[in-house]
């Protein structure tokens, strides 16, 4: 065997390369178990990738049926030869712990990453903990989808009660996300994760008070949420202080769009760098976005790095109603105070060949500029200015550091020769 073969990287491409062949995973995962196999220098590298991240409990009961003539503690013994090796486990279901594991302190004792969906949310607490647990994904599911009510409300009080035992065994959980119905218990428990240096939370029955507390975590860098909230709550029950979201460097948010600019005028003063903002319909229009953007520049304006702003208005809608203001360079022009804007994404604006020029002199250090991709069966109203094929070539020569772009500009039509057309 070639000395490459080895080194402990190398091996890592190999495997990595074998999990990525197209075809079922189940043809991967042989291959991996054959190399354990063939080789004793590859035996523990091949058996770390195929335990590293597992799906249920399957391959356990399948080692225990393996042990079934052996004592209890010689059978955990084996098991626990293959436990130790995960370190991401999802459970769709709702497993027992089998016999022979019962007595294991740590069923799987390096794992920092567990997933409960569903069903999975009522797995008992030993088969998804661990004292090196740094990650928590929880989805209860929505209704009527994935249940009733009440049964989503037992999957999310079965997680609350799972997060209070894991935050006493593993206190230096740093992500977690919820998805779904979230119980009353549930957001008692959330509260108690003050330690959090991510959060993502796309769920219902989010309370504000929740918010509130999290509002005041002291490490949490990250937070993406995609829940109910009012801005009138959010004014009253969070004051503007410097000690709300301390440390928020990447913050994604779906909502109205006074809910964001309340949330704005609650951050600290530089310190967010990234800011994706997914605006729920209006059909007023986008003209409220001016001091939503007035609010983001005081904040942010020698921070913030990149922002992305999605708008689900039809605008189709709009101008039905009689509105034709949409995201032009007016509406845009409080952006222009943006320092340190490294990446901007904006789908569809109201912007012409002659703006782009306007953005370079606004933000001469861009590096990725995303204006949405033509899609030749939308109708485009007639008030919207449009993008020419120049526009390529005005943002190649405008942006410095441009390394990525894209814009809904028609390709023109190659120009055919008589014999072409004649074909």
Request: hydrophobic share 45%.
């Amino acid at each position: 065997m070639h000395p490459a073969l080895l080194v402990d990287e190398i091996l890592q491409l190999v495997f990595g390369f074998l999990s990525n062949l197209p075809g079922p995973a189940t043809e991967s995962r042989w291959t991996c178990a054959q190399l354990a196999r063939c080789c004793k220098a590859w035996s523990n590298p091949a058996l770390d990738w195929l335990w590293m991240h597992l799906r249920g409990m399957e391959p356990v009961l399948t080692v225990l049926r393996n042990c079934e003539d052996a004592a209890p503690e010689d059978a955990a013994s084996r098991v626990l030869h293959y436990t130790v090796r995960v370190r991401t486990i999802v459970h769709l279901r709702n497993p027992t712990v089998p016999d022979a594991l019962r007595n294991c302190t740590a069923i799987f004792p390096r794992l920092e990453s567990v997933v409960l969906f569903s069903q999975g949310c009522m797995v008992p607490y030993a088969l998804a903990s661990s004292p090196s647990l740094r990650q928590v994904t929880i989805s209860t599911a929505f209704p009527p989808r994935m249940g009733s009510i009440d049964a989503l409300i037992e999957r999310s009080d079965a997680a609350a009660l799972f997060l209070q035992c894991a935050r006493m065994q593993a206190p230096d959980i740093q992500l977690l996300r919820i998805r779904g119905r979230v119980s009353a218990k549930l957001n008692e428990v959330i509260v108690s994760y003050t330690h959090l240096r991510s959060l993502s939370v796309h769920a219902t029955s989010f309370r504000i008070m929740t918010f509130a507390t999290v509002a005041t975590f002291p490490c949490l860098e990250t937070l993406d949420l995609s829940v109910f909230l009012r801005a009138d709550e959010i004014q009253s029950r969070i004051q503007p202080s410097s000690a709300n979201f301390p440390a928020l460097r990447d913050f994604t948010i779906r909502a109205y769009g006074p809910v964001v600019e309340a949330i704005l005028v609650r951050l600290p003063i530089g310190v967010l760098t990234k800011l994706y903002l997914e605006l729920e319909s209006c059909l007023e229009g986008p003209a409220y976005m001016a001091d939503v953007f007035e609010r983001l520049v005081e904040k942010t304006s020698d921070s913030l790095r990149e922002l992305s702003v999605k708008d689900r208005t039809d605008r189709d809608n709009l101008q039905s109603c009689g509105i034709t203001q949409w995201y032009d360079l007016n509406l845009l022009r409080p952006l222009a105070r943006l320092k340190q804007l490294r990446r901007f994404t904006l789908q569809n604006p109201d912007l012409s060949d002659d703006n782009l020029r306007a953005l370079a002199q606004w933000w001469p250090t861009l590096e990725h500029l995303d204006l949405g991709t033509y899609d030749p069966h939308a109708e485009v109203s007639e008030w919207k200015s449009r993008l020419t094929p120049a526009a390529h070539s005005i943002a190649a020569s405008s942006f410095p550091r441009l390394s990525s772009i894209a814009l809904p500009v028609a390709l023109p039509l190659p120009n055919l020769s008589a014999h072409d057309q004649l074909e």
